[in-house]
């Protein structure tokens, strides 16, 4: 059966570890950068998401992620350096156009910041499954709703994506154009946007009522089939995260002094 989520298991260190760690991973990834307000610590986390990713055996299926976000760079970059309110200092010029220092500067903080996101949230999307983190949510005393609409939000996107392959495919089989020019695309495009909600709202319903046949609503307490517990490895990268962030505090604290 085909996955309908982004998790990826390689078998390595990063799929065992305990999902709330790798939830701590990106709250560090984000909080120390912002905290400690200099880029350098942008570029530091980018890198060790990357040298993560890669001892992962997953960062090429982080590209996408990666080159979504430079579209995101590229036009941040452009409105900013050319048309923000605080612009006075002219950096370089490209065509004819006019970089400033204050918006370039302005658009790499935003940049990075974004890049940064990104590659942490990749971490824990891509090596987590989404029903063991589901599990540890409710474990954890969370309402098993709450814990349902985390495992839709994991699965909506490669669901949408995987049933608007499977009737891109059923299209071509009859005959429609999906291939050429821009204007041949945007035709062939059309007429996919109806059958993929209407499924998606199929589906849903299908998920209401098997909900509803397993007692999803019920009271009782739930029994689980395995127990996940965190490892010497989850404790240590743990308090090594906690205090990294505790010191940027510190740092922050004792800097603006």
């Not at 965190?230 to 906690?242: E, S």
Request: glycine residues 8%; aromatic residues 10%.
């Amino acid at each position: 059966m085909k996955s309908i989520s982004l998790f990826i298991d390689k078998g390595t260190w990063l799929n065992r570890l305990h999902p709330y760690t790798k939830l701590l991973y990106i709250l560090a990834a984000v909080a120390v950068p912002l905290i400690g307000g200099n880029l350098w610590l942008f570029v530091a986390m980018i890198v060790s998401s990357l040298l993560i990713l890669a001892s992962g055996k997953i960062i090429k299926n982080a590209l996408p992620l990666i080159a979504f976000s430079f579209t995101l760079i590229i036009v941040i970059f452009l409105i900013q350096g050319l048309f923000n309110h605080s612009n006075e200092t002219a950096f370089f010029s490209v065509f004819g156009l006019t970089f400033y220092k204050e918006g370039v500067m302005y658009a790499t903080g935003i940049g990075l910041n974004i890049l940064n996101m990104l590659l942490s949230f990749g971490i824990f999307v891509l090596t987590t499954s989404p029903q063991e983190l589901v599990d540890e949510l409710e474990k954890s005393g969370f309402s098993p709703k709450f814990g349902y609409i985390i495992n839709s939000v994991f699965q909506i996107l490669p669901q949408m994506m995987s049933t608007k392959d499977t009737i891109t495919d059923a299209q071509r089989s009859r005959g429609m154009e999906t291939e050429g020019k821009l204007i041949v695309r945007m035709k062939a495009f059309l007429p996919l946007i109806s059958p993929v909600v209407m499924s998606s709202l199929i589906n849903t319903r299908e998920r209401a009522i098997a909900l509803e046949v397993r007692g999803f609503g019920r009271k009782q307490k739930k029994t689980w089939l395995s127990d996940r517990e965190k490892n010497k490895g989850d404790r240590l990268i743990g308090i090594i995260l906690v205090a990294l962030i505790v010191l940027t505090i510190v740092w922050r604290v004792v800097l603006c002094r």
